[in-house]
């Protein structure tokens, strides 16, 4: 099976190849297959894109936002008609079942593109009146070339939730998707161009660390939006600063889901299920850390367990499978080592905690309770299909202790209780929180961390504000008095 593109890079609206670049085999999770080599951007590849980018900017946001708009709602009819050759890509890309990766994949980032394709018309600055013949006004204007640097667990959706605000606004972008998953966002350029977006507007080039380094030092950028890891945005936005540029950074996290002895546990292992196994754990702002009141502890594990075993894995292209290999031989590991020091360190495995015998990446959904808070697998993101059941007694204890982390992205709460559930909420340190639910990420929303997991936030109206600046023009219609 070969899933080749055109070319490496996407360009100046057409597909640009340097085979000069450092080769980048795309392997298939499933199978450990090569299915596409592709090649890191030279120098001259990254002059190129910035160089037209540059170029086409300024054009691009002297349209109207109406005109803006259209171009990003028409991308957003085009995704939805090819949702499913465009999911199938993404499975190819990650591995992520079919089944998922039809709903929330290039649906998301349609609904990206139509959310801000319909703002695009409304974005304006403001009239301050000053009394007495002054007054002051505001024009909201781009920023200019913004960088996106990709993660590799939503390929399709990074690609639009960054370009789409970015484009709105008037700005061109030059995105990076992550060197695992470098398929998924040349087709957004792609369709971007066969909507009418002007050559240029939306590039995207391939490569490891250094080329997005070279993106983010250009003196040309004005922003850069990273979803990755913390490590690499300290590094990035440390980057950013030096030239002074905007940043979004959309970091990782280890976030706590909080179950008290009221809830509905039915719910409860819904939302944990969401919030640990959906992507095979590969999602930013899962509820890794599972506090459940120690009233109810065995009967959450009872049925989790129970539930657990209904899950289907296998080839994530047949469409009954819903969980799927780690997106590669590397994250694996990675993951299979934190299985081991779970263990190591004392858990109980209650379930899973060993790699599947199948071709390709697979692990099994995995739950370790009587998680203590010191425990590495209850402090580090593991970014794998790995729950940590921890036990608490009072509602004042649980919230220190969740609260109790560098990270900050999101965080949940389980409870039939209006008033605590308002109250807890009121008390998380993270970005993004959840009441009877868990890891819904609606473009109309704020999305985005706190502490550690971020700066900024993507989707709303927010996303607006860091996509834009505004310019203030102070008028006066009286004569200028001087003291000489
Ligand atoms: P990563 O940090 O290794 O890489 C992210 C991207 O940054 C890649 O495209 C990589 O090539 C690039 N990069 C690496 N070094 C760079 C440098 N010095 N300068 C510029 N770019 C550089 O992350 P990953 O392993 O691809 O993704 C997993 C991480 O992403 C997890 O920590 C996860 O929590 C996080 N994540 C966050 C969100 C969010 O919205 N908050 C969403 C998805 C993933």
């Given at each position: 099976m070969k899933v080749q593109p055109k070319a490496s890079h996407f360009i100046d609206g057409e597909y640009v190849e340097d085979t000069a670049g450092t080769p980048i085999d795309v392997i298939y999770p499933a199978t450990g297959e090569v299915i596409a080599r592709l090649h890191s951007a030279t120098p001259q590849i990254i002059e190129q894109a910035l160089t037209s980018a540059k170029r086409a900017q300024k054009a691009w946001a002297a349209m109207t936002g109406t005109e803006r708009g259209r171009v990003l709602r028409r991308a957003a009819d085009i995704m939805r008609e090819r949702n499913r050759e465009l999911s199938i890509l993404e499975t190819h890309d990650t591995g992520k079942p079919l089944q998922e990766t039809l709903v929330a994949d290039a649906t998301s980032g349609a609904d990206a593109l139509e959310y801000f394709g319909g703002l695009a018309g409304s974005l304006t600055g403001e009239h301050i009146p000053l009394g007495g013949g002054e007054f002051v006004y505001t024009i909201r204007e781009a920023l200019g070339v913004c960088v996106g640097i990709g993660a590799w667990n939503y390929p399709t959706q990074i690609a639009c939730w960054k370009g789409a605000p970015a484009l709105a606004c008037g700005n061109a972008m030059v995105f990076k998707p992550s060197e695992t998953t470098p398929l998924s966002a040349l087709k957004v350029a792609e369709i971007l161009i066969e909507s009418g977006a002007p050559k240029g507007i939306y590039n995207v080039v391939q490569g490891y660390g250094d080329v997005g380094a070279a993106l983010v030092t250009d003196?040309?950028?004005?922003k850069v939006s990273l979803t990755g890891s913390v490590p690499t945005g300290r590094k990035v936005y440390a980057a950013a600063a030096e030239g002074m540029k905007h940043v979004t950074m959309e970091l990782g996290g280890k976030s706590p889901l909080i179950v008290f002895d009221d809830a509905d546990i039915e719910n409860a292992v819904s939302g944990a299920i969401l919030g640990n196994f959906y992507s095979s754990g590969q999602v930013?702002?899962?509820?890794?850390?599972v506090f459940v009141q120690k009233g109810i502890k065995e009967a959450f594990l009872s049925r989790l367990t129970e539930r657990l075993a209904n899950v289907k894995i296998g080839?994530?292209?047949?469409?009954?499978?819903n969980f799927g290999p780690m997106v590669s031989e590397a994250q694996m590991n990675i993951v299979l080592g934190y299985i081991e020091r779970g263990k190591a360190e004392g858990a109980r495995l209650v379930h899973g905690g060993a790699r599947l015998d199948l071709p390709g990446f697979y692990i099994q959904p995995t739950v370790f309770a009587?998680?203590?808070?010191?425990m590495t697998i209850a402090r580090e993101e593991i970014f794998g299909p790995v729950m940590s059941v921890v036990d608490f007694e009072t509602e004042d204890e649980v919230m220190a202790r969740a609260n109790?982390?560098?990270?900050?992205?999101a965080a949940g709460v389980f409870t039939n209780d209006l008033t605590r559930a308002h109250r807890v909420v009121a008390g998380f340190e993270a970005g993004t929180c959840y009441i009877n639910t868990y890891n819904l990420a609606p473009v109309e929303a704020p999305f985005g961390g706190s502490k550690m997991s971020g700066v900024g936030r993507e989707?709303?109206?927010?996303?607006i504000n860091h996509y834009s600046e505004m310019k203030t023009v102070y008028v006066s219609m009286n004569d200028v008095e001087a003291p000489y």
């Amino acid at each position: 099976m070969k899933v080749q593109p055109k070319a490496s890079h996407f360009i100046d609206g057409e597909y640009v190849e340097d085979t000069a670049g450092t080769p980048i085999d795309v392997i298939y999770p499933a199978t450990g297959e090569v299915i596409a080599r592709l090649h890191s951007a030279t120098p001259q590849i990254i002059e190129q894109a910035l160089t037209s980018a540059k170029r086409a900017q300024k054009a691009w946001a002297a349209m109207t936002g109406t005109e803006r708009g259209r171009v990003l709602r028409r991308a957003a009819d085009i995704m939805r008609e090819r949702n499913r050759e465009l999911s199938i890509l993404e499975t190819h890309d990650t591995g992520k079942p079919l089944q998922e990766t039809l709903v929330a994949d290039a649906t998301s980032g349609a609904d990206a593109l139509e959310y801000f394709g319909g703002l695009a018309g409304s974005l304006t600055g403001e009239h301050i009146p000053l009394g007495g013949g002054e007054f002051v006004y505001t024009i909201r204007e781009a920023l200019g070339v913004c960088v996106g640097i990709g993660a590799w667990n939503y390929p399709t959706q990074i690609a639009c939730w960054k370009g789409a605000p970015a484009l709105a606004c008037g700005n061109a972008m030059v995105f990076k998707p992550s060197e695992t998953t470098p398929l998924s966002a040349l087709k957004v350029a792609e369709i971007l161009i066969e909507s009418g977006a002007p050559k240029g507007i939306y590039n995207v080039v391939q490569g490891y660390g250094d080329v997005g380094a070279a993106l983010v030092t250009d003196p040309r950028v004005a922003k850069v939006s990273l979803t990755g890891s913390v490590p690499t945005g300290r590094k990035v936005y440390a980057a950013a600063a030096e030239g002074m540029k905007h940043v979004t950074m959309e970091l990782g996290g280890k976030s706590p889901l909080i179950v008290f002895d009221d809830a509905d546990i039915e719910n409860a292992v819904s939302g944990a299920i969401l919030g640990n196994f959906y992507s095979s754990g590969q999602v930013c702002s899962n509820g890794t850390r599972v506090f459940v009141q120690k009233g109810i502890k065995e009967a959450f594990l009872s049925r989790l367990t129970e539930r657990l075993a209904n899950v289907k894995i296998g080839d994530p292209m047949d469409e009954a499978v819903n969980f799927g290999p780690m997106v590669s031989e590397a994250q694996m590991n990675i993951v299979l080592g934190y299985i081991e020091r779970g263990k190591a360190e004392g858990a109980r495995l209650v379930h899973g905690g060993a790699r599947l015998d199948l071709p390709g990446f697979y692990i099994q959904p995995t739950v370790f309770a009587d998680v203590t808070d010191d425990m590495t697998i209850a402090r580090e993101e593991i970014f794998g299909p790995v729950m940590s059941v921890v036990d608490f007694e009072t509602e004042d204890e649980v919230m220190a202790r969740a609260n109790a982390t560098e990270f900050g992205l999101a965080a949940g709460v389980f409870t039939n209780d209006l008033t605590r559930a308002h109250r807890v909420v009121a008390g998380f340190e993270a970005g993004t929180c959840y009441i009877n639910t868990y890891n819904l990420a609606p473009v109309e929303a704020p999305f985005g961390g706190s502490k550690m997991s971020g700066v900024g936030r993507e989707n709303s109206k927010l996303a607006i504000n860091h996509y834009s600046e505004m310019k203030t023009v102070y008028v006066s219609m009286n004569d200028v008095e001087a003291p000489y």
